[in-house]
């Protein structure tokens, strides 16, 4: 899974992104967060097919606002979301990880 960091630092980032704050937090190393990579992987697929007029007409961009944006943005920088141990200038790096199910073995290991 992949998203382009082009596309979060050049277009969401400027473009979508409030000043961060406590209530809604961002971090920088955004790159560094599972979580965050899969739901702005899924909000940028979204947003190569709602932003063409071509295959979505006008109201693209309004619905990927609507029903991708505002909703991966909400729990990407809610208190308790992926970002929670991050501020402004600060990262740490000791994120909650999942725990691994009783039983299942990495691929690797």
């Known amino acids: 899974m992949e998203v382009p960091a082009e596309w979060v630092e050049g277009v969401l980032v400027p473009g ?3 000043e961060p704050s406590a209530e809604a937090r961002w971090c920088h190393r955004w790159l560094e967060h599972p979580i965050a990579i899969a739901r702005l992987h899924a909000c940028w697929l979204a947003w190569q097919e709602l932003s063409d007029p071509a295959a979505c007409g006008c109201t693209g961009p ?7 944006l505002h909703p991966c943005m909400r729990e990407l920088r809610a208190s308790g979301g992926p970002f929670e141990g991050c501020a402004k200038d600060e990262h740490q790096i000791n994120h909650r990880l ?8 990495h691929p690797d290991g």
Do not use: I, T
């Open 16 to 18: 979508c992104l409030a």
């Open 62 to 68: 309004s619905v990927w606002h609507r029903d991708h």
């Open 98 to 105: 999942p725990k691994l199910v009783p039983g299942w073995r």
